[in-house]
C-alpha cells in the first residue's frame, strides 16, 4: 500500500487524490482510510524516514566541519528532497503550524535540526544573526516551489547559489 501510494504522489504530488491511491492499491477508499486517516498521516507514513535521515544527517554535519559548510550541504540536500516530492513542501509548511497533524512532530525536528546548522554557523561568523530558522525553513519551502516549476531547476540552482552566497559569509 505504502509503496503504490509514494508511486501515486511521486507522479501526482503530494495532493493526489487518496481515492486514486486505493483503487491503484487494490483496495476500498474506506480501507485506505483505515489504515490512514488523513493525507497527513499518509504522509507522514511515506516521509518519516526520510524527514528522519534529514534530521540525523544535520546532526552529523553539525559535528563535524565548516559550519558555513555543513550549513550548505544540509541545504541542498533538504532542497533536493522537496524537489524530488514534488507538493510535499506545502504540506510540511501547515504542519509544522498545527501541532494535531500527524506530520508536526517529524517537520518540527527537521526544522530545529537546520536552525542547529545555522546557529553553528552564526556562532562562527559565516551567517548573519538576524536569519533564524523560520527564514531558512522558508528559504527552502521558496526553492523547492521553484523546482516544482516546469523547466525550473537552472534557475533554481542558480538562485539558490545566489541567495546562499549572499545570506553566508566566506
Known sequence: MLVVAGTVLAEEGADASMRDIARRAGMGLATLLRHFPT??????????TSFDEL??????????????????LWLREFVAFTTEHYGVVTSTVKAIEEPGSALH????????????????????????????????????????????????EQ????LFGLVTSAILSR
Do not use: N
Request: negative net charge; aromatic residues 4%; contains cysteine.
Open 39 to 48: 493525507r497527513d498521516a499518509l504522509l507522514e507514513a511515506l516521509l518519516r
Open 55 to 72: 534530521t540525523a544527517r544535520a546532526d552529523a554535519l553539525g559535528d563535524t566541519g565548516s559550519p558555513r559548510d555543513g550549513l550548505l
Open 105 to 152: 512532530d517529524s517537520c518540527v525536528a527537521l526544522h530545529a535540526a537546520g536552525a542547529q546548522l545555522l546557529a553553528r554557523a552564526q556562532a562562527a561568523g559565516e551567517a548573519p544573526v538576524d536569519v533564524d530558522g523560520a527564514d531558512l525553513f522558508a528559504l527552502v519551502s521558496a526553492f523547492a516551489w521553484l523546482g516544482d516549476q516546469t523547466r525550473q
Open 155 to 158: 534557475r533554481a540552482e542558480r
